[in-house]
């Protein structure tokens, strides 16, 4: 089986731009977490860092490869997912964005952070669980 060179230039700008969110994350401080889950405050603890807006972000800019401008990279401006979809992600995981654990994102903080991501969800939109 052949790896394209596409496929690993796009592993390699991950690896180094996951190098720079993992110095990012560690200087964020877990006692920021409110105690009630909120959507908005799930995401900016544990997603914007992967999928803010611009450059140095390894989610939104995967995404910007995987849909080559066809869909918005940046998370929260897609319409096409929905809670369901968000959830399945969160907890399992793709490529190099590892699944959350419960422990790190217990079931209630996970169905308002999938809300809070879906806030836009139009139906009949393709979805990337149905590719
Ligand atoms: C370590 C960085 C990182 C973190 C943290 C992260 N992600 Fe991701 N996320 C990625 C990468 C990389 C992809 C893969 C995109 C691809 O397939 O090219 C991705 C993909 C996704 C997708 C799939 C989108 C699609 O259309 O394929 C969803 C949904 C998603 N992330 C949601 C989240 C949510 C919600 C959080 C917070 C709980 C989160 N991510 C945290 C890096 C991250």
Redesign the pocket.
């Known amino acids: 089986m052949t790896v394209s060179l596409t496929s690993r230039l ?1 592993l390699t700008l ?1 690896l180094v ?2 190098t720079a ?2 110095a990012a ?1 560690h200087a964020a401080d877990p006692a920021d977490m409110p105690a009630a889950p909120s959507g908005q405050a ?2 900016e603890h ?6 803010a807006p611009g450059p140095g ?3 939104t ?3 910007q ?3 080559a401008g066809k ?1 918005p990279a940046v ?1 929260l401006e ?1 319409t ?2 929905s809670p369901q ?2 959830s ?3 907890r399992q ?6 699944p ?1 654990r419960k422990t790190e ?1 217990t079931d209630a903080e ?1 169905a308002a ?2 809300s809070y ?1 879906a806030r836009n969800f139009k139906r009949n939109t393709r ?2 669980a149905r590719e």
């Open positions: 796009r991950l731009l996951l969110w993992t994350a799930v995401y544990w997603c914007a860092p992967c999928h972000h390894p989610g800019q995967s995404l490869f995987k849909y869909t998370l897609r096409d997912l979809v968000v399945v992600f969160v995981g793709v490529l190099l964005m590892a959350f994102i996970l952070l999938a991501v979805s990337p």
